[in-house]
């Protein structure tokens, strides 16, 4: 499968982003989707992603309540909302997928950048 991130760009601190992940290749319903991120001379670490191909989401503890993953399978798809942003949210976001729960994520995007200004 390959992935297209997009949806990056400048936003003040408080505003809100969706970044979209489109795919094209593979059965995209067969595919655990993921959203990382990896800020200026930091690891890439994981964001937000679903627990199995049909739901249930898990996300990392700084973005909770803010951040909302969804996917549209129809349209092969998958959306990261972001609300309330803060400028630690700054990265370059990737998503990402995998074949099954207990897969490594071995389908990686370009990733899109994201600046949030104080």
């Known amino acids: 499968v390959q992935l297209q991130a997009s949806g990056g760009g400048l936003v003040q601190a408080g505003g809100s982003l969706r970044l979209s992940c489109t795919t094209s290749?593979?059965?995209?319903?067969?595919?655990?989707m993921g959203w990382f991120r990896q800020a200026p001379g930091k690891e890439r670490k994981f964001v937000a992603g679903?627990?199995?191909?049909?739901?249930?989401?898990t996300y990392e503890d700084s973005v909770k309540g803010r951040f909302t993953i969804s996917r549209d399978d129809r349209k092969r798809a998958v959306y990261l909302q972001m609300n309330n942003l803060k400028p630690e949210d700054t990265a370059v976001y990737y998503c990402?997928?995998?074949?099954?729960?207990?897969?490594?994520?071995?389908?990686w995007g370009q990733g899109t950048l994201v600046t949030v200004s104080s």
């Open positions: 290749g593979s059965t995209f319903s067969s595919y655990i």
């Open positions: 679903f627990s199995w191909t049909g739901g249930g989401t």
């Open positions: 990402a997928a995998k074949k099954g729960y207990l897969s490594d994520y071995s389908y």
